[in-house]
């Protein structure tokens, strides 16, 4: 019998320096004050080789200001590109490389008007896996043997992949909304809101949510446009059924927007290119049995046992939970908004009484308009907690959990104080690690007969509570069978302290 689970080949993290001088193209204007530099790293390609894990990809660098004519947000924007690599050491074959980035610090100063020196870093999280085989005896014949065997349901991996597509979508700005004169900042998330699957392929629906926040030509406070870009995706996955279970998370690539003028010559359109991936494990429900333990009523026997850890996929959800939380701006004066986002730092998760538990903390990014100080840069670290209801029963069980912010909204609720709603986009799975010892090889020695000299036919066995019979068995050379025939026994054990009969 074979079963097939995913294997972890290498987990590790390689930090990518990010160290530039960074010039204002000729038509922005000069800088007047520093509010925000925003570094994104955006992954382009995986690669596996002989010898090294290769991740490939550029890191947007954006800079927020205020420009020293009109004391408007401006942004600047440049990608620069980055290659990581990690020593790689591994036969196998059919390895995925799962890799995401997350940015650890960026410090920015200003040079002059129109030079910033920029330094930071970023981190690139490489996982290499595989599908591992396990093969697993399920019976053995021959001369006397004796088989203990033990069962349980397990999850056998389909498939294992990554998927790479495209969204795209051009949109128009609503009636009421004044034209884009620069953009600020864009952002977009992926949902899922349903995932099938049929005969070798997956359909994927769900909405990526995109935002945009640009400054007009009037001046006054930056717009804000949110869009939702529905998608219907169906991947090729070899071997999927409607049988399966589907493990699936999305992760955006690249985002790449650019205006559109229309027929009066004004930017009210936006053109975006969402190039996305999507990380699959499949798996169908198998119920395998082994043999846990062997001997022989005619010769001795050497059991050869190996350590595997199986997995069971219990279950998985798609859900949203909204935080309500109060920021406290401190010395900031809060005049206005101009802009807020959300973005998740890091989060764990536990699985308990039902429930996956999921704690993390959370950036609240503000530009504020303050009476004295005038737009200010102000960054805020939060803690969050969330639960979602998920059924399981089992001993080892291990919640997989990826959070994103699907939306931020807030009121001013005093001079210093921001009421925050935030819509975390959560998917949760939830496996069991199954620890089994099976017997992998049963060698019989017959150079070694168990002598029938002096062996009684039967023998009186004082047995105490809850002695498993598959012990007495083997230490008189019986069979658990003709223990229960003979003592009238259901089970695998002595239900309570008594005298047996134990027939050779």
């Known amino acids: 019998m074979e079963c097939k689970a995913v294997e972890v080949l290498f987990e590790g993290n390689c930090e990518q320096a990010v160290d530039v001088d960074f010039t204002l193209p000729d038509y922005c204007p000069d800088i007047g004050k520093l509010l925000k530099c925003r570094v994104t790293p955006m992954i382009t390609s995986q690669d596996v080789s002989f010898d090294a894990l290769t991740v490939e990809g550029s890191a947007k660098i954006s800079v927020i200001y205020l420009d020293d004519r009109d004391k408007k947000i401006r942004c600047s924007e440049r990608d620069y590109p980055f290659k990581a690599s990690v020593p790689y050491d591994n036969a196998a074959e059919n390895v995925k490389l799962l890799a995401s980035a997350h940015v650890d610090y960026v410090n920015c100063r200003a040079v002059s008007q129109r030079k910033l020196d920029i330094h930071g870093a970023f981190t690139v999280h490489m996982t290499a896996v595989c599908a591992k085989t396990n093969e697993i005896i399920s019976d053995v014949e021959g001369q006397g043997l004796r088989l203990k065997k033990e069962a349980c349901d397990v999850s056998d991996l389909v498939s294992c992949t990554r998927i790479p597509f495209d969204i795209g979508e051009a949109i128009e700005l609503s009636e009421g909304k004044p034209p884009i004169s620069s953009v600020i900042r864009t952002d977009a998330v992926m949902c899922i809101e349903e995932c099938k699957p049929i005969v070798n392929k ?217 009421e925050l709603q935030t819509e975390l986009c959560i998917h949760s799975s939830l496996y069991e690690d199954i620890p089994v010892r099976p017997v992998c090889a049963v060698e019989i020695d017959q150079n070694r007969p168990k002598s029938d000299e002096n062996r009684p036919a039967a023998v009186l066995y004082f047995a105490e509570q809850g002695e498993e019979l598959w012990d007495i068995a083997r230490e008189f050379n019986s069979s658990v069978e003709s223990i229960r025939a003979d003592n009238d026994i259901e089970g695998d054990a002595v239900g309570e302290s008594r005298l047996l009969i134990v027939t050779a």
């Open 202 to 418: 997956l359909i994927v629906k769900g909405d990526a949510i995109f935002t945009m926040v640009y400054c007009t030509e009037q001046g006054g406070e930056p717009e804000h446009m949110e869009y939702v870009i529905p998608f219907n995706q169906f991947f090729d996955v070899a071997g999927l059924d409607d049988t399966c279970m589907v493990d699936i998370r999305l992760c955006t690539d690249a985002l790449d927007v650019s205006l559109r003028t229309d027929a009066d010559g004004e930017y009210r359109r936006v053109d975006v290119e969402l190039r996305a991936a999507a990380n699959v494990r499949a798996y169908r429900s198998m119920h395998i049995e082994w043999i846990s333990d062997a001997y022989s009523v005619e010769y001795e026997v050497n059991c050869q046992k190996k350590q595997m850890r199986l997995e069971k996929l219990c279950s998985t959800v798609a859900e949203t939970a909204v935080i309500r939380q109060t920021v406290d701006t401190g010395d900031v004066k809060i005049e206005g908004v101009c802009d807020l986002w959300c973005s998740v730092l890091d989060s764990r998760a536990v699985y308990r009484d039902g429930k996956t538990a999921i704690t993390g903390n959370m950036a609240v990014c503000m530009i504020l308009r303050d009476p004295r100080q005038g737009v200010v840069y102000s960054e805020k670290n939060l803690r969050f907690e969330c639960a979602v209801a998920q059924e399981a029963a089992g001993q080892m069980l291990r919640p997989d959990v990826t959070v994103g912010v699907k939306s931020c909204g807030y009121t001013v609720a005093g001079e210093n104080k921001i």
